[in-house]
């Protein structure tokens, strides 16, 4: 069971790289610079797991799933995270979502993408993907090598 698919986060202002890097493990996860109140009703709606950094939330929540992020280090939120949960690697589907709007990106023919990336990119790369929402390109190059030494060092302790 690939539980990527049913852990999902909503992540509060303050807590914007950590979710970018959520996204970039496959984790479904909301993230509105505005998040107010209201976020957080829809948050709980679907049963999303709050990631916040504010005790006043913290304290005030009664129902909904919450985890209380201490550091200030994108990587050690990731971490905090990561060990929470007891997320293992076979668990995480990185390079999946789209990075900017969250949305599952998809296999594209190498044919209907020349034009829309730079020409050796094109001519360079077999594989690509796209955001149906944000139609962002993306290929294998497009995450650098430090987004995978970066998620290899994750589950390395
Ligand atoms: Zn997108």
């Not at 504010?54 to 550091?71: A, C, G, H, V, Y």
Request: glycine share 6%; proline share 3%; hydrophobic share 35%.
């Amino acid at each position: 069971m690939n539980r990527a698919n049913e852990i999902c986060f909503a992540a509060e202002v303050t807590l914007g790289k950590l979710a970018k890097w959520l996204r970039i493990l496959g984790f479904d996860t909301l993230y509105e610079p505005d998040v107010t109140s209201i976020g957080f009703v829809d948050a709980r709606k679907k049963n999303r797991i709050l990631l916040t950094r504010t005790e006043r939330i913290r304290d005030r929540n009664t129902s909904q799933k919450l985890l209380f992020i201490k550091s200030n280090n994108p990587f050690e939120q990731l971490r905090e995270v990561i060990s929470a949960l007891g997320i293992v690697p076979k668990e995480t589907q990185p390079f999946s979502r789209c990075i900017r709007c969250n949305t599952r990106i998809r296999q594209l023919d190498k044919d209907s993408v020349q034009g829309m990336v730079p020409d050796y990119i094109w001519g360079t790369h077999d594989t690509f993907q796209t955001c149906s929402i944000c139609r962002r390109i993306y290929w294998s190059g497009s995450h650098t090598k430090r987004s995978h030494d970066i998620i290899q060092g994750l589950f390395d302790s």
